[in-house]
């Protein structure tokens, strides 16, 4: 896995190409490449709890990630992989299994095709966030603002010096 080129097909090419192209004449993008979406969507697939299959429509001409750019940053890939096997629960749901499918190195294809749901499903929601509807380079602006915002909301929980106390005396 992270050894060849790969490929997005169908509508996902196209919303790759929209998250990686300049908006504004001055080089701006929300994505500088390929490998840049291929590392975030899985990861906002999976916190999302989005999915999606391949989109096979033959007229759209795919957009590719070369396999010498993956096998530099496989580290990364491998720890996407790794950290969505660890906290897939809806997939396994027994937490050895799903030790051995992140640390073994011996995935069944069905492991990958999990993880490239995850990473379809990732650009569909970064593309719905960040691109859909927009006109210009404010709307970029905007629409980034309030995915960061929303995506804080959704995730970042503030814990109170009391309950960071608590949590250290149970420690003992």
Known sequence: MFDKEYSFKGNHANKVNELTKEFD???????????????????????YQRMADVDSTSDIKPTKIF?????????????????????????ESDSEKRIEKAFKGNNSVEDEQRYEQYVRGGVDVLYEK???????????????YDFLEEFD????QTI?????????QKIK
């Open 153 to 156: 909301d959704r995730y970042n």
């Open 67 to 91: 396999g010498d750019i993956l096998m530099k940053n496989a580290d990364q890939l491998k720890f996407n992989f790794r950290l969505i096997m660890l906290l897939d629960k809806k997939y």
């Open 130 to 144: 960040l691109m859909d509807g927009v006109n210009n380079a404010n709307d970029y602006v905007t629409r980034l």
């Open 160 to 168: 109170d010096i009391e309950t960071m106390l608590s949590l250290c």
């Open 25 to 47: 004449n001055s080089g701006n993008r929300l994505f500088a490449r390929n490998l840049d979406v291929y590392i975030l969507a899985p990861i906002v697939g999976f916190l």
